[in-house]
């Protein structure tokens, strides 16, 4: 990937100057879903494996995006334990030659959270066959250690369940995740506005993944960027060290101004 | 685990109407005022009441549908494998008594079906049948489902009740969905719209579904036909069957149907009319309610009604339907075989290019059977 900037992200050894993920879902057409990636600047494209037909070069997802501008990220979207996860991923590996995979065990469709207990174990055995994992999580800073332990290769906490635009509703437990970790939070999923990823880049998280957000603004190109922006804004202001946030005014010293008063 | 036998056992269609009617204003309002009504509030949602609010609810539901499906509609189509039938429906072109030529296609005369749509851009495919075990039982349907498969993303059946065993070995084969209408939730009006065969029975179709359920089928398909009680009642009860089922059966996803009458000739007719309007209502109504479902309208709906639907808060069309066994590839066995009529009968193509025109992707692939655990 490219080097382009001096800031990059490094995900098990390679380097992405972009800090934001796309999906591919939820969007009009190929051609916009397309553009709208574009627009974003994204090197990293997720895509569910129950969507696209990576055996078929003309599937039209596949078709639509220039490969050679991102790393396509297959996911396990659907999957409702680790065996459906695990014949997902294999497949991707067996049929298209895809070595990372973000793993996704979502076992009630009304919700769509990821299940702690199938996503390690469905991670633990990926790892062991030699998959790449990216594991789409809860913001658990427990979970989200022991999937470092295992070897995942970042944790995707979510921001707040997936589709709902809801912004940064796990903010403390992401803050703990990010403080935590020795490989890359990625937040993952309810992030509904640029200023919602400017924020979780503000916080410290390496990178975010939007999909809905985009693809169904009225127009996704524009919202893309926009996004693009919001990210490079975000890391921006982290990279510069904010200003810390008082709980109270601190205006003067009332209450050790007196150790001064006889100097 | 309350079934919703013992639900509906407990809620007579008097009393459903009665609440139904009595629903104020101001009920619809505070339920509209909630991010997301309960069911308590169908009963407000589908009244005459709401009517005043339908723009606002049409809004939300196409809101919702946005955020949880997307700008996407899945395109699916029937594959009708027989027309023998042992009922005696009022309202079904397949009942016993009628006669028409009855036709049971041979495995290969499926696969050729199936080859067909997957040529034309259809890889969901929903088998149906009638109810005639001698002639087209689970053992011949199973077989029918390992051969289509190949040529399918997802491959759902539209069959006779069945039981937990008979849907697990539906599953073993490569079936994700399950589809059973009740027709009508209403038991006495059931009872004189089918007089004989096994579908008399009320509770053992009602049941089914949770049958189903229990043996882990991926989509539950459920709705009644319109056209055969008030609407509004059967709509409720619908509501609160939803209910019951994603309570049950929180790994299912739910699907709903509003399949309207379409009288086949000296079959009964429309006992109760149900206007556009009245299927808006339904349709936004049960999109706030249940904002994961599937909402699936079929081509017995007019293709200009059909194309105004779309951005409602549907996410799962038929295209190019064909309602007898055989009837794909020009080899229909002739034109009073089929279970009704469509009424849109646009090529599939033409259907995938309204849905891209009114700003949908349309999806032909939304399922791989690499989820499932099949056996060869």
Known sequence: ?263 | MTGFNDIINRLTPDIVSFKIEASSTADVKRALAKSKPSVEDAYALFSHAALPFLEEMAERSRAITLKRFGRTIILYAPIYLSNYCINECAYCGFAVHREITRKLLTIDEAVAQAEYLSAEGIRHFLLVTGEAPRQCGLGLIGKVVKAVRQKAASVSVEIFPCGLKGYNNLIQAGVDGLTLYQETYDKDLYKKLHPSGPKQNFVRRLTAIEKGGHAGFRSLGIGFLLGLAPFRTDALYLALHCDCLSRSFPQSRLAISFPRLLPVSEGLQVLHNVSDVDLVQMIAAMRLLFPDAEIVISTRESAKLRDHLLPLGITRISAGSRTSPGGYGGACIDAESGQFETEDRRQISEVAEAVRKAGYDVVTKDFDPAFMDIGS
Not at chain 1, 4 to 31: C, H, M, Q, W
Not at chain 1, 118 to 137: H, N
Request: hydrophobic share 45%.
């Open chain 1, 1 to 263: 990937m490219s080097k382009a900037n001096n800031d990059p992200l490094i995900i098990a050894g390679e380097e992405f100057s972009s800090r934001i993920f796309v999906g591919t879902g939820k969007f009009s057409s190929p051609k916009i879903m397309a553009e709208a990636i574009l627009a974003s600047g994204t090197q990293m494209v997720t895509a569910a494996l129950r969507r696209v037909d990576i055996s078929d070069p003309s599937d039209s997802i596949l078709s639509a995006l220039d490969l050679s501008k991102y790393k396509l990220l297959p996911n396990t979207s659907g999957a409702r334990n680790a065996q459906e996860a695990l014949r997902l991923a294999r497949l991707a590996r067996a049929v298209g030659g895809f070595n990372w995979i973000k793993l996704e065990v979502t076992p009630e469709p009304n919700s769509l959270l990821p299940d702690p207990v199938e996503t390690y174990e469905a991670a633990k055995v990926l790892i062991k066959e030699g998959f790449i994992v990216l594991p789409y999580m809860n913001a658990d800073p427990i979970l989200a250690r022991k999937l470092e332990d295992i070897g995942c290769v970042t944790v995707m906490p979510l921001a707040a369940p997936i589709g709902t635009s809801r912004g940064l509703k796990t903010k403390d437990q992401l803050a703990m995740i990010i403080e935590q970790s020795s490989v890359p939070v990625v937040v993952d999923a309810g992030l509904g506005l640029p200023s919602h990823a400017a924020e979780s880049m503000e916080m410290g998280a390496d990178a975010v993944l939007v999909n809905t957000a985009i693809a169904i603004a009225d127009d996704p190109i524009a919202m893309a960027n926009a996004f693009k922006l919001g990210v490079e804004a975000g890391r921006k202001a982290f990279l510069a060290g904010p200003a810390r946030e008082s709980p109270v005014a601190r205006a003067s010293s009332p209450l050790t101004g007196f150790l001064r008063d006889d100097e």
